[in-house]
């Protein structure tokens, strides 16, 4: 440990001037927008032209729900611990319902046989990856 005092890494009075100057020469014609200030309507108007903004209209396997998958087993893995766990659709129908979302079912799946107990709540359980085969 060295004994210098903060001011080392402070610039010089001089050198401040010196960057004051140059900042205030290259100032920005434009300012920026205010955190709290409305975005101008030719951003709102590119978002809505862009082609991707459509790209999400179709759930993924894991926003749907039982009733609308049509495969006959439906799978889950463990990105942690590396674990696969099937089950039928007919089967989860029966545990879970109908209307119950895949990704609560994967999830519950996955919690109910998990390996990765730390005891944090953070850190605790399985991360779900959903393939339907």
């Known amino acids: ?3 210098r005092p903060a001011t ?4 010089t009075p ?3 001037a010196k960057m004051a100057a140059t900042i205030g020469r ?3 014609a434009k300012q920026g927008l205010a955190p709290d200030a409305d975005l101008p309507p030719e951003y709102w108007q590119a978002l809505l032209e862009d082609p991707r903004a459509e790209a999400r209209a179709v759930p993924s396997g894991a926003a749907l729900r039982l009733s609308q998958i049509s495969q006959h087993i439906l799978r889950v893995n463990c990105r942690r611990c590396g674990r696969v766990i099937e089950i039928q659709k007919a089967d989860a129908v029966r545990l879970y319902g109908r209307e119950a979302l895949w990704k609560n079912v994967g999830q519950r799946l996955l919690d109910n046989t998990c390996l990765q107990r730390t005891g944090r709540h953070e850190e605790d359980g399985c991360w779900p990856s959903f393939d339907m085969p």
Do not use: H, I, N
């Open 26 to 28: 290259s100032a920005p």
């Open 14 to 16: 001089k050198q401040m």
């Open 1 to 3: 440990m060295t004994d």
């Open 8 to 11: 080392w890494r402070m610039p």
